[in-house]
């Protein structure tokens, strides 16, 4: 099973439509997964209740356990001031260290309504990964001016589909 990680907690995100749409063709090639959408965080996930364990919530650790469950991930990324969501981030540094993610693959999709298509925040969170252990498939997808390019859920872009193809063939064989 793997687990499609919707990076960003925003309502109406294109984030989780991309990700619904990954797990579609993860579908049709018989793989089964999940979405984690960031928008069922509790609201009060990174109160200073996120530094102390004791005090996470029954919904924190349901999440976190859904990644604890999993050897492969797919993050899909969408970019805010140049780098990826604080939510993500603040998601990540609530997960079990080290054991969360560590010896554990995952793959990167990035997002941007501008023309770089989420490459800094790609970037950033790869770093982030490696160092929680992470092992990062090495084709990462970047999709620009995704507003333009996405419809009613799918891709009218045809490289886009083609790219998101051949990154999930890959990921499948990692």
């Known amino acids: 099973m793997i ?3 919707s990076g960003t907690n925003r309502p109406n995100s294109i984030t ?7 797990q579609q063709q993860l579908t049709v090639r018989g793989q ?4 984690l959408d960031l928008q069922d965080l509790p609201l009060d996930f990174a109160s200073p209740n996120l530094y102390k364990s004791e ?3 029954q919904e924190f650790l349901s999440l976190r356990s859904r990644v604890a469950a999993v050897q492969k991930m797919v993050f899909i990324v969408p970019e805010y001031n ?6 993500l981030k603040a998601f990540i540094d609530g997960l079990e260290y080290p054991d ?3 010896r554990k693959k995952g793959a990167l999709v ?7 298509g989420g490459n800094i925040a790609l970037s950033h969170l790869t770093d982030v990964l490696h160092y929680c252990g992470l092992h990062v498939l090495a084709q990462k997808p970047r999709f620009p001016y995704i507003h333009k390019h996405l419809h009613e859920g799918q891709f009218t872009n045809p490289l886009y589909r083609q790219l998101l193809e051949e990154q999930i063939e ?5």
């Open 3 to 5: 687990l499609i990680i």
């Open 16 to 22: 989780l439509q991309v990700a619904k749409l990954y």
């Open 32 to 35: 089964s997964s999940e979405i």
């Open 55 to 57: 005090l996470y919530s």
């Open 82 to 87: 140049c780098s990826f969501p604080g939510v």
């Open 100 to 102: 969360a993610l560590r």
């Open 110 to 116: 990035g997002l941007s309504t501008g023309s770089q």
């Open 170 to 174: 890959e990921l499948l064989t990692f």
